[in-house]
């Protein structure tokens, strides 16, 4: 069972708008969360990370927020380049498990110019 | 430049071969990793070394086996490839930090038939 779930295998978006995209999680052990983006052939690269003390951390044009009482949590990119166009992967990682992370399944973002 | 060299890049193999994928970080990380890809499942975790003479199952690691050979590298072993572990692998390094995002090579695309 994936404790880590990105529901949305794709997303589309036009240039310029707002892109979110959502990851839930189901273990209550898990305590800090990242986003990693892949191109195609290549492999990911780490994007931006919160803490569960946190609700929101911002770096950019990039956003994560956090909502532990839904085990939710979203990526905002505001404005969206066609650049971004990539697969987004949702990790986490469990309390005194080092820095082991658990990935989600992944959802693809296209932004159309 | 610095970073992950994972080799070969692509491999094509018949069931009941062996082979080794070779992993190598210039970073001076403590930790490395070995995932798989496949569509939908995002990445999950094969085998991991926290740290140089350490080894440690992941989720997926039947049909595997890993060797941390120095800091620097981590080779992961088909012994009887099946078709089952037709992916992509992407080796990875990082600090044993809780937070600290992973560093990963661009991957190896193995097909099994």
């Known amino acids: 069972d994936q404790q880590v779930k990105q529901n949305s295998p794709s997303l589309s978006v036009q240039e310029g708008r707002i892109s979110i995209l959502n990851c839930d999680y189901t273990n209550s052990m898990f305590d800090y969360f990242l986003w990693y983006k892949k191109y195609p052939a290549e492999g990911p690269t780490f994007l931006i990370s919160?803490?569960?003390?946190?609700d929101k951390n911002e770096d950019g044009r990039f956003t994560v927020f956090l909502n532990k009482s839904a085990k939710h949590l979203s990526l905002h990119i505001v404005p969206s380049q066609p650049g971004d166009s990539a697969v987004y992967f949702c990790?986490?990682?469990?309390?005194?498990?080092?820095?082991?992370?658990?990935f989600g399944g992944g959802t693809r973002l296209m932004v159309k110019p | 430049n610095a970073g992950v060299t994972q080799t070969p890049k692509f491999q094509v193999l018949k069931t009941g071969q062996s082979m080794t994928l070779q992993c190598a970080q210039d970073?001076?990380?403590?930790?490395m990793y070995w995932y798989r890809q496949d569509p939908g499942m995002g990445l999950r975790l094969i085998y991991y070394?926290?740290?140089?003479?350490?080894?440690d199952k992941g989720e997926v690691p039947n049909g595997y086996n890993v060797s941390r050979l120095n800091k620097r590298e981590f080779s992961l072993r088909l012994e009887s490839a099946a078709p089952s572990q037709t992916s992509v692998y992407f080796c990875?390094?990082?600090?044993?930090?809780?937070?600290?995002?992973?560093?990963f090579g661009s991957g190896t695309r193995l097909t099994v038939v």
């Open positions: 990875a390094s990082s600090e044993n930090r809780v937070g600290y995002g992973y560093t």
């Open positions: 990790a986490a990682n469990k309390r005194h498990a080092g820095n082991m992370l658990t």
């Open positions: 919160i803490s569960s003390i946190k």
């Open positions: 970073m001076n990380h403590n930790s």
């Open positions: 070394s926290a740290s140089e003479g350490t080894t």
